[in-house]
């Protein structure tokens, strides 16, 4: 049985909106299911997992808001296609600052 690919994220950005934070990201053709994302505070900390998000169709770009957010505090967030439980390979390491 031929092993899936999972989509690789090619961009990955953010935008502060309103006191909330926007990450955006673009990824390549493999199956997925949806993305899930990853959060921390401090560069060497590990990240937790705090969303998820479903795709319905292929349209190649995602966006999900992080409404935790506090001014003056520096965010790492990393996102991940999944598929039947598996995850593929995570995004390069985006560092915000609100």
Request: no cysteine.
């Given at each position: 049985m031929p092993k899936e690919k999972l989509?690789?994220?090619t961009e990955f950005s953010s935008q502060i909106i309103e006191g909330k934070i926007k990450l955006t990201w673009r990824y390549s053709d493999g199956k997925a299911?949806?993305?899930k994302i990853f959060k921390g505070n401090c560069k060497g900390c590990?990240?937790?997992e705090i969303g998820e998000i479903r795709?319905?169709?292929k349209k190649g770009v995602v966006s999900w808001i992080d409404r935790d957010i506090h001014p003056g505090n520096i965010y790492f967030y990393q996102v991940v296609g999944f598929y039947k439980g598996k995850l593929g390979?995570?995004?390069k390491m985006l560092e915000v600052r609100p």
């Open positions: 989509p690789k994220i299911e949806g993305f590990p990240l937790l795709i319905r169709e390979q995570r995004s």
